[in-house]
């Protein structure tokens, strides 16, 4: 079957560091998204992206945010300048329709801390 | 506000039982309502997905409801099995949006 696969699986970094976490979509999909969820909370939206521009963003993605889509398979994203309350697991997750009618399918995340 | 809420925040049974899961939402406009399955330190795998005009689905073991009227969805597990133990996600989607709002889960154990 088909799955989102995200590396690394766990990555540390320094406070005010770069970091760039990358997702592969399912290769037929055309909707891309991040989420995150803070440890013992819900799953927050941050971004949604299709035809190489950010469709949605929530108040949590600021400038310090960024995604590409590099090529034809990676997604990222990128957090500019690390802050202690960026430690979370991200989740990248792909549809392959607008309004995720058959669900978004998720990738196994990455839990970023940030020291 | 979006939100969805779950009940109970927690549940405990022994294997081979059934269960029910709750999820109250107050989202508009609605698309969509989805129930997933997250295992501790992986992400959501979607279990059911139910569209405005539809009232139940199943998928195995697992059978959803919604009431769109109340605002109301359920998640009923029958003859439970340990792989059974998880975060149970009750996800609904804004018909204006991209955006899925995930309420908080249900921690279910299932014990031998």
């Known amino acids: 079957e088909p799955e989102v696969t995200q590396t690394p699986s766990h990555q540390v970094t320094q406070m005010g560091q770069e970091v760039i976490l990358r997702c592969v979509p399912i290769s037929n999909h055309l909707y891309f998204y991040w989420y995150r969820q803070i440890l013992g909370q819900k799953v927050e939206f941050l971004v949604s992206?299709?035809?190489?521009?950010?469709?949605?963003k929530s108040e949590i993605f600021d400038d310090q945010f960024s995604v590409e889509r590099p090529d034809g398979s990676n997604f990222t994203l990128k957090i500019r300048s690390t802050k202690l309350e960026d430690s979370a697991m991200y989740f990248c997750a792909s549809s392959d329709r607008a309004r995720d009618l058959r669900g978004a399918f998720f990738g196994q995340g990455t839990r970023l801390t940030v020291v | 506000k979006n939100q969805v809420e779950q009940s109970p925040q927690s549940l405990i049974i022994l294997e081979g039982k059934n269960c029910t899961l709750q999820?109250?939402?107050?989202?508009?406009?609605?698309?969509?309502l989805r129930w997933y399955k997250q295992d501790t330190g992986r992400g959501p795998v979607s279990l059911t997905i139910?569209?405005?005009?539809?009232n139940t689905k199943s998928n195995g073991r697992y059978t959803a409801t919604l009431d769109a009227d109340t605002k109301q969805s359920s998640l009923h597990i029958t003859a439970s099995q340990l792989s059974d133990s998880a975060s149970y996600i009750c996800v609904v989607s804004l018909g204006s949006s991209y955006k899925l709002i995930f309420g908080s889960g249900t921690r279910l154990l299932v014990r031998p």
């Open positions: 999820c109250n939402y107050t989202v508009s406009p609605f698309s969509n």
């Open positions: 992206f299709y035809n190489n521009e950010i469709s949605e």
């Open positions: 139910m569209t405005f005009s539809e």
